[in-house]
């Protein structure tokens, strides 16, 4: 039996679309106040006196049926980790996800890949996957080709629009010729 490819979901910028204008939000959005743990930490260290002040989160949530819908194994490729299934997943409709657990949170690489690069190769093991991002580049493509013995692809996502249904449609075909 042929397992289905994986799909390596971020979230801030492909679901989040964070780089969007402040104050408006996109069609199709709710606003959702969170906090991540490594949010809460992050505004510890910045006012060590303040209140953490939480994460404001734009998601669709005819995202959540979009993604169920297309064929794939499901998984967490974000900061956001475990906590993905508790602060995003239920916001979307998604059922519990695994996650990859990073080796280091933005560590920098000495070839000028994404942070994630490697452990995303490692995790995948072998199996085809596309991975959607809004932080991916050239070298980051060309890096997997080499490196991954599985077909791979790598969507980038422009925060600033989050996922369109050109993303949708292109995850569809990719799939089908997988």
Do not use: C, S
Not at 119 to 136: H, I, K, S
Not at 156 to 163: A, F, I, K, L, Q
């Amino acid at each position: 039996m042929t397992r289905q490819p994986l799909l390596l979901l971020d979230v801030d910028g492909p679901l989040n679309p964070f780089a969007a204008p402040r104050l408006r939000r996109p069609d199709g959005y709710r606003t959702h106040e969170l906090m991540p743990t490594w949010w809460a930490e992050r505004q510890t260290r910045r006012a060590p006196d303040g209140e953490p002040k939480p994460l404001r989160v734009w998601l669709n949530p005819a995202h959540g049926p979009e993604l169920l819908a297309l064929p794939y194994e499901l998984v967490w490729a974000t900061t956001w980790m475990a906590e993905a299934n508790d602060l995003i997943g239920p916001n979307l409709g998604l059922p519990e996800l695994p996650y990859i657990p990073w080796t280091e949170l933005f560590a920098e690489d000495p070839d000028g890949l994404h942070w994630k690069t490697r452990d995303v190769v490692a995790w995948a093991d072998g199996r085809p996957f596309v991975w959607v991002d809004d932080e991916l580049g050239p070298q980051d493509a060309e890096w997997i080709a080499a490196n991954h013995p599985g077909p791979a692809h790598t969507l980038h996502v422009n925060p600033r629009t989050g996922m369109l249904a050109g993303d949708f449609a292109l995850l569809r075909e990719w799939a089908a010729a997988a």
